[in-house]
Structures are given as structure tokens and as C-alpha cells.
């Protein structure tokens, strides 16, 4: 994993937005328009906000570095690192879509790729193996970053995971003789007790949602 080269670019990205603020400009001219079921605190809306992005960019290197450690940890790591290797990937080399997005804006979308990607394959995980491969709730976040994003946008991306994922993994993937072994190291306790010190990320940054919420 080259983990570094992904926090450095999300330094370099972060530094633009210090001199720039083109990232918060932007998440104010959204604040009006966000979907009602995403719930910000009434005081200090636009800061919470720009809080979420940036810590949903950030955890992207924590998460692939976690996720790492867990596949070395439980011997699993042969099934795992091509996985990550490909939501490392997106950052260091962001498919065409991405053309024309800069600084956090553009890593917000990168950041978007990587977590729908781990999301996307724990469903597949989870419906062969009855185990997340990365026991970690993003829906709540992956929904929040979706709106942000836009939704005609979004969809694009979510598109691009699809057809990644239609490439990397199949049904024969799962019918491996090394499947039972796997799963059973997928719920071991020590995985599990692992994966708690990552509490869901929307409910860390003081966001909600509330899906009964109708569009306005």
C-alpha cells in the first residue's frame, strides 16, 4: 500500500483550500439545497459540513492502512490487498470523470470512489461469505458525500465502481476451497474487537439522517 502518497496529496489539497476556501464556498451554496433527511446542527451548519468532507477525505489512507493491518492480522491478506490497491487507486490515478475537479473538491469525489467501493464489495462479501470484508457502517456518510457531490455526478461514479467491481469479482471468486477458512477469520473475535475502535463517522461529526424525511 502506498498510503503516503495519498495523505500527501490530501496535504497539498488541504493547503489549497486554506489559500483558496473554494472547497467552503462551495458546501455554502449547497447548504440550501441539501435534502432535508441530512440533519446539521443549527449552529455552525457550513463548519460541520466542511468538517465532514474533510474528515471523510482523511480517512480514506486510515481505513486502507486499517484494513490492511487487519488482512496481515488474520491471514487474509492475499484476498484483501487487491481490494484496497484499487480504492488506493483512485486517488493516484482518478479516472477521466474526475478531469477538471481540483483540491479537496476533487479528493471529496476520489474519497467518494474509494468508501462506495469498500461498501459495494462488504455487500458482496457479506451475501457469500455472511462476514463484511470491513466491518465498518459508511452508508450513512457514503448517502451525505452522494448529495454533496450531486446526484447526476454521483451516479457516474457510483457507475464506475459497478464496472470496477464487474471486472475484480465474480461468483467464482467466492467458490474457492479457502472460503470456509476464510469466513471463519472474517468473524473471529479479535477482526471484530479490531474494526470497534471505528465508530460510524457521520454520527462522530454531529451529522444525521433521517430517511423519512420527504424531498422538499
Not at 150 to 179: C, I, M, P, R, T
Request: charged share 25%; hydrophobic share 40%; with cysteine.
Amino acid at each position: 500500500m502506498n498510503t503516503a502518497a495519498l495523505r500527501e496529496q490530501i496535504q497539498k489539497a488541504q493547503q489549497h483550500e486554506a489559500e483558496t476556501g473554494l472547497l467552503t464556498r462551495q458546501l455554502e451554496s449547497k447548504l440550501p439545497h441539501l435534502h432535508p433527511s441530512i440533519q446539521l446542527p443549527e449552529t455552525d451548519a457550513k463548519g460541520v459540513l466542511t468538517r465532514f468532507v474533510c474528515a471523510y477525505i482523511d480517512e480514506v489512507p486510515d481505513l486502507l492502512d486499517a484494513a490492511n493491518a487487519v488482512a496481515q492480522e488474520a491471514g487474509i491478506e492475499s484476498q484483501i490487498k487487491p481490494v484496497l490497491k484499487i480504492a488506493e487507486q483512485y486517488f493516484l490515478q482518478p479516472p477521466a470523470i474526475m478531469a477538471g475537479h481540483i483540491g479537496l473538491d476533487s479528493l471529496l469525489d476520489e474519497a467518494y470512489l474509494a468508501h462506495r467501493f469498500v461498501e459495494e464489495v462488504n455487500d458482496l462479501y457479506i451475501k457469500h461469505l455472511g462476514q463484511p470484508l470491513i466491518p465498518l457502517d459508511m452508508t450513512v456518510a457514503n448517502l451525505i458525500a452522494h448529495q454533496l457531490i450531486g446526484e447526476e455526478f454521483a451516479n457516474q461514479l457510483d457507475e464506475a465502481v459497478h464496472h470496477a467491481l464487474d471486472e475484480l469479482l465474480d461468483d467464482q471468486s467466492f467458490a474457492l476451497e479457502s472460503v470456509d477458512a476464510y469466513r471463519e477469520k472474517l468473524s473471529s473475535p479479535d477482526t471484530g474487537d479490531f474494526w470497534k475502535r471505528w465508530p460510524c463517522m457521520s454520527r462522530r461529526l454531529g451529522l444525521g439522517l433521517d430517511l423519512d424525511q420527504p424531498a422538499a
